[in-house]
Nanobody, 133 residues
Framework: EVQLVESGGGLVQAGGSLTLSCAAS????????IGWFRQAPGKELEGVSC????????YYADSVKGRFTVSSDSAMNTAYLTMNSLKPEDTAVYYC??????????????????????????WGKGTLVNVSS
């Protein structure tokens, strides 16, 4: 059974850092395309970062470029989202998602051109990040 479990969220002051973890089971995290998404209160789901398993490229939303970094640990079968210089507007529930193949639909979901969350086959339940000013 494929499962994704996020952890690492919490309350942090503006300017601080957090690293979110996405523990995967049922598949090898480095073999799948992994995406990080977030949903702030009252707002739509937003793509944060998506890593292709085709060419290993990584997309970052403009709002997080230079501050957020994705990585993974194959031994732990876990993906990570390291968030630095956090801002109050980063407050949201953060989700990781996975799919066997990075497609155009995945990229469009990630960059906001498409709202179709079915582009990612598997989703975690999310972890809350609250950035105080």
């Amino acid at each position: 059974e494929v499962q994704l479990v996020e952890s690492g969220g919490g309350l942090v002051q503006a300017g601080g850092s957090l690293t979110l973890s996405c523990a995967a089971s049922g598949f090898a995290v480095d073999d799948y395309a992994i995406g990080w998404f977030r949903q702030a209160p009252g707002k739509e789901l937003e793509g944060v970062s998506c890593r292709s398993n085709v060419d290993d490229s990584t997309y970052y939303a403009d709002s997080v470029k230079g501050r957020f970094t994705v990585s993974s640990d194959s031994a732990m079968n876990t993906a990570y989202l390291t968030m630095n210089s956090l801002k109050p507007e980063d407050t949201a529930v953060y989700y990781c998602a996975a799919t066997p193949l990075f497609t155009q639909s995945v990229l469009w979901l990630c960059n906001g051109r498409s709202p179709l969350t079915r582009a990612m086959d598997y989703w975690g339940k999310g972890t809350l990040v609250n950035v105080s000013s």
